[in-house]
């Protein structure tokens, strides 16, 4: 004889089939809504301040944790990184970073080194169409001040690291490294990465030495461009 199945359900507490009724406090269809100010109070820093006597004493968490990232760029275009389709190759790798850039949402600071003085194109804002239209006219020509480039950007990292000490930094110095001298260099301030874009057959290794002395890691373009991909 076969046995019937069990189909055990449990009682039903009481009111649960009651339909949602508006509270006596007012704000909601189930009753008042709490603010979400006060779902974000931080106890144990407002209760350091002493008992809070008004909203104002309350200390609120941030609503996000998340650190903002900022991504530094210097981008040596002297006369020298017209040869061997360099400068070519560093926009290739400069396009990606600003696609990259914009899915992430990190902010954007870009310095061009090329004639007579550094300049900035971009400080801290987010990506944009801009950036591209400028990346598409970029050419090479004139001086190689990079390291006066790296001298400003230096002072403007640690200027912004005071003032959002939370922010993720990073730099990427795209070089060929062709220049004749230059002082001692202290490390940079953030993690860098430093990518040798020098493409004649005589190579001079002198971006090798920079990012040495900068204290960044170094890659050939070649091997930049294979991990991007």
């Known amino acids: 004889m076969a046995k019937k199945a069990l189909s055990i359900r449990p009682r039903p507490a009481p009111g649960a089939d009651a339909n949602p009724r508006p509270g006596q406090l007012a704000g909601g269809r189930s009753g008042a809504r709490q603010q979400g100010a006060l779902g974000r109070i931080d106890w144990p820093a407002t209760l350091r301040n002493g008992r809070p006597q008004r909203r104002a004493d309350l200390v609120l968490r941030a609503r996000s944790r998340k650190p903002g ?127 040798d874009i020098e493409g004649s057959a005589v190579r001079l290794g002198r971006a090798r030495k920079l990012a040495d002395e900068l204290g960044a890691e170094y890659r050939r373009i070649d091997e930049a461009a294979a991990v991007q991909r």
Not at 128 to 149: C, D, K, R, V, Y
């Open 69 to 195: 990232e900022l991504w530094l760029v210097i981008v040596d275009a002297s006369a020298s990184t017209r040869r061997h389709g360099a400068l070519a190759q560093a926009k290739g790798l400069l396009a990606e970073t600003f696609e990259q850039a914009y899915r992430q949402r990190a902010r954007l600071a870009v310095l061009h080194a090329t004639g007579a003085q550094p300049c900035w194109l971009w400080q801290g804002q987010k990506a944009s169409a801009q950036l591209q239209n400028w990346l598409e006219q970029l050419g090479a020509g004139g001086g190689t001040p990079l390291i006066e480039a790296l001298q400003l950007a230096r002072d403007w990292l640690e200027k912004r690291q005071r003032q959002k000490p939370d922010e993720h930094q990073r730099l990427l110095v795209l070089t060929d490294g062709r220049l004749r001298d230059w002082p001692a260099l202290q490390p940079l301030p953030c993690p860098s990465l430093l990518v």
